[in-house]
């Protein structure tokens, strides 16, 4: 279905597919097409037939930043409104905090606020022609949307500074081997690449890789005694799941489990 003109929303074998949809502008991000995207991954999100989101864009290219000609008439108090109620922090921000596993499929230009998104995504999945980039600095910006905290845990302090300091951008191979991005397949083998892996993921207890995604989410925002402590909490947890249960036994009778995501 389509909720509104720049973002499509399909739900297809427990696999939510939103699709940013304004190839004309290279999906640039305005203000209609950040709201509809929040609204699709809240559907996603409380979904209870959702398993794996996969977020792609339409036309050939992932997402190119934001909509510079909606920003540029924009106050200082007016882009700090827009930050609060559409900023890409606040959309990076709830795909982490999802129980359900996020993936992005890139083709394309993946540049700006485009890059901070899938920075927020658990997995992501390019085509050799993939191009992404913290470009904010070649239009007087500072990125807005997460890169300042997220790259450098992805890609290194160093290698984090480098780009956003020159607005350099790289290719799809050069971002896997830096961490960015998980598999570059050719881009006929995109959507299959992306489904093999959330198939993978939907036979796993949904309730048991949300709580994966939880812990290793927080090893990011703390240090390792604390997050060494909130692992444990969360594998006593597991113990208190009908799933776990289920794991174990099928494990011993030699068969494939059937988790409820209980």
Same mark, same amino acid.
């Given at each position: 279905?389509?909720?509104?003109?720049?973002?499509?929303?399909?739900?297809?074998?427990?696999?939510?597919?939103?699709?940013?949809?304004?190839?004309?502008?290279?999906?640039?991000?305005?203000?209609?097409?950040?709201?509809? #995207?929040?609204? !699709?991954?809240?559907? *996603?999100?409380?979904?209870?037939?959702?398993?794996? +989101?996969? =977020?792609?864009?339409? /036309? %050939?290219?992932?997402?190119?930043?934001?909509?510079?000609?909606?920003?540029?008439?924009?106050?200082?108090?007016?882009?700090?409104?827009?930050?609060?109620?559409?900023?890409?922090?606040?959309?990076?921000?709830?795909?982490?905090?999802?129980?359900?596993?996020?993936?992005?499929?890139?083709?394309?230009?993946?540049?700006?606020?485009?890059?901070?998104?899938?920075?927020?995504?658990? #997995?992501?999945? !390019?085509?050799?022609? *993939?191009?992404?980039?913290?470009?904010?600095?070649? +239009?007087? =910006?500072?990125?807005? /949307? %997460?890169?300042?905290?997220?790259?450098?845990?992805?890609?290194?302090?160093?290698?984090?500074?480098?780009?956003?300091?020159?607005?350099?951008?790289?290719?799809?191979?050069?971002?896997?081997?830096?961490?960015?991005?998980?598999?570059?397949?050719?881009?006929?083998?995109?959507?299959?690449?992306?489904?093999?892996?959330?198939?993978?993921?939907?036979?796993?207890?949904?309730?048991?890789?949300?709580?994966?995604?939880?812990?290793?989410?927080?090893?990011?925002?703390?240090?390792?005694?604390?997050?060494?402590?909130?692992?444990?909490?969360?594998?006593?947890?597991?113990?208190?799941?009908?799933?776990?249960?289920?794991?174990?036994?099928?494990?011993?009778?030699?068969?494939?489990?059937?988790?409820?995501?209980?």
């Amino acid at each position: 279905m389509s909720l509104g003109e720049s973002v499509k929303y399909v739900v297809e074998d427990s696999v939510a597919w939103i699709t940013l949809n304004r190839p004309d502008k290279r999906n640039a991000l305005n203000t209609q097409m950040r709201k509809e #995207l929040l609204e !699709a991954l809240r559907l *996603a999100e409380h979904d209870g037939h959702v398993r794996v +989101v996969v =977020l792609e864009g339409a /036309g %050939g290219n992932f997402c190119a930043g934001a909509d510079l000609n909606e920003l540029y008439s924009l106050t200082g108090l007016g882009i700090r409104q827009y930050h609060r109620e559409v900023g890409t922090q606040l959309i990076a921000q709830y795909m982490q905090d999802m129980t359900k596993v996020v993936i992005a499929a890139v083709d394309g230009y993946c540049l700006g606020g485009g890059c901070e998104i899938i920075q927020g995504c658990d #997995l992501v999945i !390019a085509t050799s022609r *993939a191009v992404f980039g913290q470009t904010e600095v070649r +239009v007087g =910006l500072v990125p807005g /949307g %997460g890169a300042t905290q997220r790259l450098p845990r992805y890609i290194g302090l160093r290698k984090a500074k480098e780009l956003m300091f020159t607005g350099r951008m790289i290719n799809a191979q050069e971002a896997e081997r830096l961490g960015l991005v998980n598999t570059v397949v050719e881009p006929d083998k995109l959507r299959e690449e992306v489904l093999k892996l959330a198939e993978e993921i939907k036979t796993k207890s949904p309730v048991i890789v949300a709580l994966i995604k939880r812990a290793i989410n927080t090893s990011q925002e703390t240090h390792l005694s604390a997050g060494l402590e909130f692992e444990k909490e969360i594998h006593y947890f597991t113990w208190l799941t009908e799933d776990r249960a289920e794991g174990i036994k099928a494990f011993l009778e030699k068969r494939k489990p059937e988790f409820k995501g209980k």
